[in-house]
């Protein structure tokens, strides 16, 4: 181990304190620095004992070429924790699992270690939904061939929940003592429409004139029937179409009803008038965007949207300008600073999943094709007349502005201009466009021309964004926690995630070398 480093050894719930490791034959010995409970310098472990070594960025890669060949069983931390109290830190995520209460916790303050026991340990996340769309369709398929389709209710009902989402891969199946991730994909199927709820008995409606409670609705069935990436998120954009608040669902809020999808696409327009572009930033939705609502003035939001992008496009250090924001914000709002991040993460993933925007850097933009489409859509009233029409609605899907034959033409006749525009052709024949399900099918056909069409030319690009991707390879490898882009965007890859990020970043190389 590199002279003056230090590296934190945990075995058998003590964490030690360590000032050298070296290797010999297959041996590694440690200097003890502190030691966590009774001061002792040795101590004689079981074969096969668990450990962890907790070791900063800089500390792991002065080490990890004399570790190499002991890394096999071992688990290698690099979490960092904030001291947010005199008696209580806080972690990004949830690390219950390894900081367990009864554990000695060794952590470091400038030049100072501190020795502390873990009295309580618990995940705060408040988030109750399901971070990645898609997965909630995997979810729903093994819910339907399941005995449990419409018995969800309950501890064990939780717990078999659970069991059956990591028996199809869709969860990791490790400690849950609070029962929460079954009601947590619970909740965020119910919530946007594809489970049945329980009607509230105060509101007088029969639970059967909307369904049996969390068995699969319409618009469920619909999703999880749909094959093609297009129809899947006609899926999505009709959930959110019809999903408002506050509602008889969720109505813990003190502003007028009104609905989160079409707020976010009318701010994305007022941008593109104002800018030229419809492009909104991740620190922008992180501490504006999402945090306003149709009462807010629109010409406001959008001010303070082009406020905080002009101080960041002009301060040295974006990634600090990005956390003094969060900051300010958690102070007004009273909100952990995290959860701004986790919340504008999972709230860009599930507009991603209408089909109406794409990335833009780590930000969102409008996708030109769609353009048409969301002009007439965030003109469309999307609030329910009552009750029942507000279930029916979440239930099945809302309607689109394509479900009218004459706005669906329209749209479908924008689309035809754009894939002439990039010499695509497409032959429509008049007689088969009699229905809106008939124009839709062509729409879908003139969507996937265009998308390949963008999918070419993104692969073209690829060879001169070399640089952007190196970096995601180094973030996956673990030998960055976080880049800064060229254009000051800040980019990490969730553990939780890696695998995903590895496929993507690899496709992109192959099409750079190509």
Request: aromatic fraction near 8%; glycine fraction near 8%.
């Amino acid at each position: 181990m590199p002279a003056g480093s230090k590296a934190i050894l945990t075995i058998e719930q003590e964490q030690i304190l360590l000032s050298a490791m070296s290797i010999s034959g297959g041996t590694v010995t440690c200097t003890i620095d502190t030691r966590g409970y009774n001061g002792t310098t040795t101590a004689t472990h079981a074969a096969g004992t668990v450990i962890e070594l907790h070791l900063t960025k800089a500390h792991f890669d002065g080490m990890q070429i004399e570790i190499g060949p002991v890394t096999q069983g071992m688990i290698l931390q690099s979490t960092v924790t904030t001291v947010s109290a005199a008696n209580q830190h806080t972690i990004a995520g949830d690390q219950t699992t390894i900081f367990t209460v009864g554990r000695v916790y060794l952590f470091k303050i400038g030049s100072t270690w501190y020795r502390s026991i873990i009295r309580s340990s618990t995940y705060g996340g408040g988030n109750t939904t399901v971070r990645s769309p898609f997965r909630l369709r995997d979810g729903l398929v093994a819910l339907y061939g399941s005995e449990l389709q419409g018995n969800l209710r309950g501890k064990e009902q939780d717990i078999a929940f659970r069991k059956l989402l990591g028996e199809h891969g869709i969860v990791e199946l490790g400690e849950d003592k609070t029962y929460s991730v079954g009601r947590k994909w619970r909740s965020a199927l119910t919530k946007l429409g594809f489970l049945y709820p329980e009607i509230p008995k105060s509101l007088g409606i029969d639970q059967a004139q909307i369904g049996e409670v969390d068995r699969i609705t319409p618009n469920g069935l619909r999703l999880i029937k749909a094959e093609t990436v297009p129809a899947m998120q006609e899926c999505f954009l009709r959930s959110l179409a019809a999903y408002v608040i506050p509602s008889v669902l969720e109505d813990d809020y003190e502003f007028s009803v009104f609905s989160p999808l079409q707020h976010i696409l009318k701010i994305m327009l007022e941008l593109e008038r104002e800018t030229g572009d419809s492009r909104i930033n991740f620190i922008e939705m992180a501490v504006v965007a999402q945090l306003t609502n149709s009462d807010d003035d629109l010409s406001e939001v959008v001010h303070r949207v082009l406020d905080i992008r002009s101080r960041r496009l002009s301060s040295d250090n974006k990634r600090k300008f990005d956390r003094v924001e969060r900051e300010k914000a958690s102070v007004v709002h009273d909100y952990k600073e995290q959860t701004f991040n986790d919340y504008a993460d999972t709230n860009i993933r599930y507009l991603k999943a209408t089909g109406l925007v794409q990335g833009a850097g780590r930000g969102i933009s409008i996708i030109p094709e769609k353009h048409l489409f969301i002009e007439k859509f965030v003109q469309q009233s999307q609030m329910p007349q009552s009750e029942i029409a507000y279930f029916t609605a979440l239930c099945n899907g809302a309607a689109l502005p394509t479900d009218d034959k004459d706005s669906a033409l329209v749209v479908l006749d924008d689309l035809l201009e754009r894939l002439k525009d990039k010499n695509l052709k497409l032959e429509v024949k008049k007689e088969s466009l009699k229905t809106p399900a008939d124009i839709g099918q062509v729409r879908f056909q003139a969507e996937e021309l265009l998308s390949r069409a963008n999918e070419e030319k993104y692969a073209i690009d690829q060879a001169a964004e070399w640089k952007e991707i190196a970096t995601y390879m180094d973030l996956i490898s673990g030998k960055l926690r976080s880049a800064t882009l060229s254009e000051g965007n800040q980019i990490q890859v969730p553990k939780a995630e890696a695998a995903a990020y590895f496929e993507w970043v690899l496709w992109r190389a192959f099409l750079a070398i190509v």
